[in-house]
């Protein structure tokens, strides 16, 4: 299969930045979901070992980020570490990669129209009519170039979001036909992700939605140089050939990619499928890649020796999309202990509505995790989640909100305040032991105004969490407005709760501990954005440890 003309040769970091910047474009199409994130951050992951790879995500809500959405509507908000709330894909990238990303990097068409008129009210078009082309594509353009020149960019990779065929992704995707134009045809590689469903009264793939999806990617004017077929079995020696015949590309270039145990088998899978070589082909490079270490990890994950069961209690258990991250922190720590661990979704409203029993959903629990949430629907039944794991020594990771709540029940049920409270729950609580941050009092406009990003916190000397840590500094994300009240901290810490991380100024509480309990570790950060597949968070990885422990015993 010949992608480009001249021979295959090697080329430097040097030679691959600045203006011979190689570009992936990849969109999807048939439904969401397909995969387009984790296949986006598999590609980059096959091209690590040559190249420096700078992802960009292209969304087409009017939303500036989706700091502002509830879950249900966009899945979980990622926190970077500049405090940019971003899409949840990039997650994905940052933990292939192991990168951190920038939250520029995050193109939503709400930032592109804002750029835009912005400009026009500074008389940047005088005398211009303003469209939507050139100017909105131009802008687009403008981004993507400016990233990878000031990243010094080998290769870019740009997911576009949405299903082809979306309005509002048209205007990224007729930028991306027009990027060609501007780059040279060699140095850029157009990739569709499409899906070929099983029709189980027919026997058969049906190839046909893919057909039509490539049909208008075609009209659009972007010809696919690749196309990935997910589909939930392999691909047939028949159904690739007739996408290769309808879609006009080769077939080796129709790359089969059936569904996963896990989502880190995705780089392995495709460097199975010879896709490296194809890119390697088209951008004339010698290809190589270490993914030995990679490889044994997904294994642990996929052929595990322990297995334990870790309640995750929520009140957005409708989608785990709104978890991605904290699910992927604990196949992290399990595949580091050969654990599967299995996620039990508890809503916590039904709890709190008293419409199932705690004692028989936690019964058969090895830890427990309160993860973030806003607001006070669910908050009581996070609470009797918190106390069960107290009072029945399970281990426990509360996180952010999970932090808060579990200094609300403690004190309540070990310091004795009974009408123990968040004003966010309960604005009119006698003992408010956790507040709004003062300064947050007097900010109204709801996005990007938390207390967001990257922040160094001092553990104190001695405590699991700094021997969890291996060290009494650490830089942990952060996501809220609420801290625990500063008059009670001496009131908590005189009951037996160990205050084991605070701010720099030693104002904010960070990480709070139980030490006569096995595991019962809280956090207002969460730990679980910088947690990577070959370096886990320590904090998960101590909480899978002590679920291990609680079911098996100790080794």
């Known amino acids: ?24 474009i990849v969109t999807g199409g048939v439904i969401s979901g397909v995969g387009k994130g984790t296949t986006t951050a598999g590609i980059g992951k096959l091209l690590s070992g040559n190249f420096k790879i700078v992802p960009i995500k292209c969304d087409g809500y009017l939303n500036i980020d989706p700091g502002t959405m509830n879950p249900f509507e966009h899945g979980e908000v990622f926190v970077l570490e500049d405090g940019g709330e971003v899409d949840m894909d990039f997650g994905h990238y940052e933990r292939f990669l192991n990168i951190n990303c920038k939250s520029e990097w995050n193109l939503t068409t709400g930032k592109i129209y804002d750029s835009i008129i912005k400009k026009e009210r500074k008389g940047e078009f005088l005398g211009k009519t303003v469209q939507v082309i050139p100017h909105l594509t131009n802008e687009i353009k403008n981004q993507w170039k400016r990233i990878a020149v000031e990243e010094k960019a080998d ?113 392995l899978d495709l460097e199975a499928q010879g896709f490296l070589s194809i890119i390697a082909e088209k951008f004339r490079f010698t290809p190589r890649n270490d993914l030995v270490e990679w490889k044994k990890l997904t294994g642990n994950i996929t052929h595990y020796t322990k297995t334990v069961n870790v309640a995750l209690c929520g009140k957005y258990t409708g989608l785990s999309d709104a978890y991605a991250s904290l699910i992927e922190a604990l196949n992290h720590a399990g595949a580091h202990l050969s654990t599967k661990v299995n996620v039990e979704l508890i809503e916590t409203t039904d709890v709190e509505q008293g419409k199932v ?57 070990v310091c004795n305040l009974k009408d123990a409270n968040s004003t966010e729950i309960n604005p009119k609580t006698k003992n408010p032991v956790v507040i ?120």
């Open 1 to 24: 299969m010949h992608l480009s003309n001249g021979k295959t040769k090697k080329f430097s970091k040097t030679e691959g930045a600045h203006s011979k910047t190689r570009w992936i």
């Open 155 to 267: 290769v870019m990779t740009i997911e576009i979001g949405g299903t082809i065929g979306d309005i509002e992704n048209s205007w990224f995707v007729e930028a991306a036909r027009q990027l060609r134009k501007d780059v040279g045809d060699e140095n850029i590689l157009y990739i569709h992700l499409t899906y070929v469903p099983y029709v189980k009264s027919a026997g058969q793939q049906k190839t046909k939605p893919a057909q039509r999806d490539v049909q208008i990617l075609r009209e659009a004017g972007i010809f696919p140089d690749v196309i990935i077929a997910r589909s939930q079995d392999r691909l047939t020696k028949g159904s690739r050939a007739k996408i290769a015949l309808f879609c006009d590309v080769d077939e080796e270039a129709v790359i089969p990619a059936q569904d996963v145990h896990s989502i880190y088998e995705i780089p």
């Open 357 to 413: 029993s705690i004692d028989q959903l936690l019964s058969n629990i090895d830890a427990i995790i309160v993860p973030i949430g806003f607001g006070s629907r669910g908050a009581e039944g996070k609470i009797s989640c918190v106390r069960y794991a107290r009072e029945h020594n399970i281990p426990y990771l509360g996180l952010c909100f999970g932090l808060q709540l579990a200094v609300i029940e403690f004190a309540r049920n």
């Open 436 to 555: 709004i941050m003062p300064e947050q009092r007097k900010i109204y406009e709801k996005g990007a105004t938390m207390r967001l990003g990257g922040v160094k916190s001092v553990l104190k000397r001695g405590t699991k969490v700094a021997q969890l840590y291996g060290t009494t500094t650490v830089v942990e994300r952060h996501r809220h407005r609420y801290e625990v009240n500063p008059k009670y901290h001496r009131l908590l810490e005189r009951h037996g709760m160990v205050i084991s991380g605070s701010s720099r100024n030693g104002k904010l509480v960070e990480f709070i501990e139980l030490p006569n309990l096995k595991y019962f570790v809280a956090t207002q950060a969460h730990p679980e954005y910088k947690s990577r597949l070959e370096q886990p968070s320590p904090l998960y990885y101590g909480l899978v440890k002590a679920a291990v422990e609680k079911r098996y015993g100790k080794a």
